[in-house]
């Protein structure tokens, strides 16, 4: 499979803990974009990369959600300090330069926080 | 800042029925394009509108584009049970660092037997 590719696929926490997700991008994509998508909703823009810099980040992306990309190949979101409200579906999606633009999503990684 | 707006959010329609989703958007871009989602999936991509005018058809679905109205449409003809899912468009923002998708609210089709 050659698809974008995320896991966990669901990860429950209690609040408070720190969680990370992983996502191996399509391999000759060089861009790479986090969304987060809670129920009834469209998904929302975190962060994206290309290569390995950061070249954007939404304000949604509190002090608490980092991500990174350092060799520009998978990218890690690690949540610290976890909240109810971080409870969302985090999907990654890639993309190539030049290209048309359109995204490619993997299956997501579903975080509940109780 | 982009503003998406799909309508409607819901749609009940009839099998062998056509119908209409709208999306509005706020600022200037030509490039737009609306994914399917089915429940606890991810998106898949289903149409990419790269200019004014373009038209996109794949089976009962057909997607177009007006830039100057800021306007795209995804026209459903002779709807069937297996066209129900979340449908969303999003649309292209090109930023200083390069480009991201805004996506609208998503309209929910449920097709009836």
């Known amino acids: 499979d050659t698809g974008v590719s995320q896991n966990p696929r669901h990860k429950i926490t209690k609040r408070g803990q720190n969680v990370t997700f992983r996502c191996d991008p399509i391999?000759?994509?060089?861009?790479l974009y986090w969304y987060r998508q809670t129920l009834g909703q469209g998904p929302e823009f975190l962060t994206y990369f290309q290569n390995e810099a950061q070249l954007e980040k939404s304000r949604l992306l509190s002090d608490r959600f980092s991500a990174e990309r350092p060799k520009g190949s998978f990218s890690t979101l690690e949540i610290q300090r976890t909240e109810q409200g971080d409870s969302a579906m985090y999907l990654c999606?890639?993309?190539?330069?030049?290209?048309?633009?359109?995204?490619?999503f993997g299956e997501g990684s579903r975080l509940t926080v109780l | 800042e982009l503003k998406v707006e799909q309508n409607p959010l819901f749609l009940s329609m009839q099998e062998g029925k056509n119908y209409t989703i709208y999306c509005n958007y706020s600022?200037?871009?030509?490039?737009l394009y609306w994914y399917r989602q089915d429940p606890g999936k991810s998106l898949e991509s289903l149409f990419v509108?790269?200019?004014?005018?373009a038209v996109k058809q794949e089976g009962r679905l057909m997607a177009s584009l007006d830039t100057k109205a800021r306007l795209s449409t995804l026209h459903i003809t002779a709807a069937v049970h297996d066209l129900s899912a979340t449908y969303f468009c999003a649309v292209d923002m090109i930023v200083t660092s390069g480009s991201r998708l805004t996506f609208g609210e998503g309209t929910q089709l449920t097709v009836n037997p």
């Open positions: 999606a890639s993309s190539q330069t030049g290209g048309p633009g359109e995204l490619f």
């Open positions: 509108l790269l200019s004014n005018g």
């Open positions: 391999s000759e994509h060089n861009r």
């Open positions: 600022t200037t871009s030509d490039r």
